[in-house]
C-alpha cells in the first residue's frame, strides 16, 4: 500500500494543498487563509481525508523561516508536528527567497510537489 501525502503550505492570502498516493497526484486545492479559517478546521479536514482513504496520511507543513508560527493549530506548543491515529505532521521550512514561477491552472504546485518527496522535519 503507498503513502498517501498531504503537503500544506499556509499563506497570508490562501492555503494551498497537494496530496500524493506514491507518485500519483490524487488532490489539489487552494483553500481561504488560515487566518480566516476555525481552529479545527485543518485537523477535521485531515481526519476526514484519512477516513477516506481508510489509512493515516503523512502530512508536510511548509513553514515559513521568518514566522516561527506552524500555522492552522498542527504543531504542538514545542512546535513539533502533531502526531495522531488519522495523521503524523513533519515541518518543511520554506526558504522565502525562493519563488516559483506561476504555471496555468488552479496555481503552482511545484514547490509542495518538492516538499513532498524532499527532506521533512518529524
Known amino acids: 500500500m503507498e503513502t498517501i501525502t498531504l503537503t500544506i503550505a499556509p499563506e497570508r492570502t490562501r492555503t494551498r494543498m ?3 498516493c506514491g507518485p500519483h497526484e490524487v488532490l489539489r486545492a487552494i483553500l481561504s487563509p ?8 485543518a485537523s477535521t479536514l485531515l481526519e476526514g481525508l484519512s477516513l477516506w482513504y481508510q489509512r ?5 507543513l511548509c513553514v ?3 514566522s516561527g ?3 492552522l493549530d498542527l504543531c504542538d506548543a514545542l512546535g513539533f ?11 518543511a521550512i520554506r526558504d522565502p527567497r525562493r519563488r516559483a514561477t506561476r504555471l496555468g491552472g488552479p496555481g503552482n504546485f511545484h514547490e ?3 516538499f ?3 527532506e521533512v522535519l518529524r
Do not use: F, I, K, W
Open 34 to 41: 488560515p487566518a480566516e479559517t476555525h481552529a479545527r478546521a
Open 64 to 66: 515559513d523561516s521568518q
Open 69 to 71: 508560527s506552524c500555522g
Open 81 to 91: 508536528g502533531r502526531r495522531t491515529l488519522h495523521y503524523e505532521v513533519g515541518l
Open 116 to 118: 513532498s518527496v524532499g
Open 18 to 20: 497537494l496530496m500524493t
Open 56 to 60: 493515516p496520511l503523512s502530512v508536510v
Open 112 to 114: 509542495l510537489r518538492r
